[in-house]
């Protein structure tokens, strides 16, 4: 008598207990060595002390920009205020915005036809040692060209407007993007290569699914440099021509003598410039975290 509820009750003591030694039992497997902690406090601690020191130089630089300022060293028609500058950015932020839009339009366009041209050609020279040999030369007589020179010419083949500047940014981010994708590809293992030509993979398959990846790294290197690049051919050929955006806020503010309003554009234009290279660095970390294992140790 009174077995089955005795037999219940036991059973229902030890569900109830078995949770909890479950998740005493999952604690335990959770448990992270001291040494592995310490490593990732470290380099926490890294990150963190780079940032302060980062916000720290950007505090002194304002600093000092209010100081000159204040003082007079340079004169109020050549140098505004940080707060003039501040109010001319609230007051003409619409304006601003647009301008902005207008910039990163050129500089897209041209960056993306730049990277695809970059990468499609630096991959097939880079896998032929003649065509290495043969675009040497030229690659040396063409990286050096200022595109604000070829200004004349592109605005005889496009004209003013996005297609001439777009074309300038193209030329000049083209060429970080093919050297270090050429240099990449040719540098990919032999072993690598021969494994995967083993496999069945040949031409465009071999490329594509072994030779590019492998070279990813210094593709991406390619890219951040073609990135900051881009934006100053950008500004730089809205300046002198006058096709709009940023540049052509900065002088316009300028010719109109309004000095706050010419300091609002340029620190737009670097702010800008700022959040696409931190941007694009950050993806890079995250999409290729084998290329940056010696962050932490930095």
């Known amino acids: 008598m009174g077995g089955p509820d005795k037999a219940e009750k036991v059973r229902a003591s030890s569900s109830r207990e078995a949770p909890d030694l479950v998740a005493f039992e999952s604690v335990e497997t959770q448990v992270v060595s001291p040494a592995v902690m310490g490593n990732f406090r470290s380099r926490r601690n890294v990150r963190v002390r780079r940032r302060l020191r980062m916000a720290g130089g ?64 630096g991959a097939l020279v880079g896998r032929s040692r003649i065509a290495d040999a043969l675009t040497e030369t030229l690659v040396r007589m063409m990286r050096p060209l200022p595109s604000l020179a070829l200004i004349p010419i592109a605005i005889l083949v496009a004209g003013l407007g996005l297609k001439m500047t777009a074309g300038l940014v193209a030329f000049t981010s083209f060429w970080p993007i093919f050297i270090n994708t050429r240099y990449g590809v040719a540098q990919v293992e032999r072993l690598l290569l021969e494994t995967a030509t083993t496999l069945g993979l040949r031409g465009l398959a071999l490329i594509r699914s072994v030779v590019l990846p492998a070279a990813a790294p210094l593709i991406a290197s390619g890219f951040q440099v073609a990135v900051g690049l881009a934006l100053v051919v ?38 800008l410039g700022w959040v696409l290279n931190t941007g694009f660095a950050g993806l890079f970390r995250r999409l290729l975290p084998w290329a940056n294992q010696r962050e932490g140790s930095e």
């Open 58 to 121: 950007v505090v002194i630089a304002i600093g000092l920009w209010e100081l000159v300022s204040v003082t007079q060293l340079v004169s109020s028609t050549a140098l505004s205020s940080v707060s003039a500058t501040a109010a001319a950015i609230g007051s003409n932020a619409g304006v601003l915005f647009s301008a902005v839009g207008q910039t990163l339009e050129a500089w897209a366009v041209g960056l993306a036809i730049a990277t695809v041209a970059g990468v499609i050609m």
């Open 234 to 271: 950008t500004v730089s050929v809205e300046l002198v021509g006058g096709t709009g955006g940023i540049g052509s806020y900065v002088l316009a503010a300028q010719q109109g003598n309004a000095v706050a309003n010419m300091y609002a554009g340029i620190v737009v234009g670097g702010f």
